[in-house]
């Protein structure tokens, strides 16, 4: 008899590199975190496109780089998910908090911008903790509000990678995944093309 063979590997099965790259390259220079906004607008042009949650379920990196360390590595307790955080309440109450930060940090690039506020090199952690990331900032021929807008959105990312990494901890690997924002957002885009009732 033949053996099973193991289950083959795609390229987009590599992709938590690239997450974990990001994280690592936006530490030495605040500019990388530009490139954060593929794992923004992609999901949603895959949800418009009418792909669904195909992004979530095959594309994400952040996803993956949690399923390796709560699984192969055994970081995770593996214990189910709680029902409120699988709630909408919650779900939505965190997307619109998102929005809320999001936007804030828009604000902040446009005064920068506007010349009404100075660059801020400090990264936020968990919207609270403000770290200063001076080092990670080396070019000077870049606009500042540029830089602004870097520091506001790695900030972001790197909050949202620490929240999915104590929900890995807890809960499942991947439970990250129960109320990411892009995931909600890529739901309500799926439920309004297909005129689906359940999210």
């Given at each position: ?5 193991g289950?083959?590997?795609?390229w987009?099965?590599?992709?938590w590199?690239v997450?974990l790259?990001?994280?690592v390259?936006g530490?030495f220079?605040?500019?990388f ?5 593929l794992?923004?607008?992609?999901p949603?042009?895959i949800?418009?496109a ?7 379920n095959r ?7 949690f ?7 055994g970081?995770s ?9 699988k ?9 619109i908090?998102?929005?809320?930060m999001f ?7 446009y ?6 506020q ?12 403000k ?5 990670a900032h080396?070019t000077?021929?870049?606009a ?5 807008f870097?520091?506001?959105f790695?900030?972001v990312?790197l909050?949202?990678?620490i929240l999915?990494?104590?929900?890995m901890?807890?809960c ?5 995944c129960?109320?990411?924002?892009m ?6 885009i799926?439920?309004?093309?297909n005129g689906?009732?359940?999210?």
């Amino acid at each position: 008899m033949k053996k099973c063979a193991g289950v083959k590997k795609h390229w987009y099965d590599y992709l938590w590199i690239v997450s974990l790259a990001y994280l690592v390259l936006g530490f030495f220079n605040i500019l990388f975190a530009w490139l954060g906004l593929l794992c923004f607008f992609i999901p949603l042009i895959i949800a418009i496109a009418g792909g669904g949650k195909a992004y979530c379920n095959r594309y994400c990196g952040r996803g993956q780089l949690f399923g390796l360390l709560g699984g192969k590595f055994g970081l995770s307790r593996k214990k189910d998910v709680p029902n409120w955080m699988k709630s909408k309440w919650f779900r939505y109450g965190f997307l619109i908090f998102f929005f809320i930060m999001f936007f804030q940090m828009l604000w902040n690039t446009y005064l920068v911008f506007d010349g009404a506020q100075n660059l801020r090199q400090v990264v936020t952690l968990l919207w609270t903790f403000k770290v200063p990331w001076h080092w990670a900032h080396h070019t000077t021929n870049i606009a500042p509000w540029a830089a602004q807008f870097a520091f506001g959105f790695y900030s972001v990312m790197l909050t949202s990678t620490i929240l999915g990494f104590i929900t890995m901890i807890f809960c499942k690997p991947r439970s990250w995944c129960v109320y990411c924002p892009m995931g909600t957002m890529t739901q309500l885009i799926s439920k309004a093309k297909n005129g689906k009732n359940n999210i």
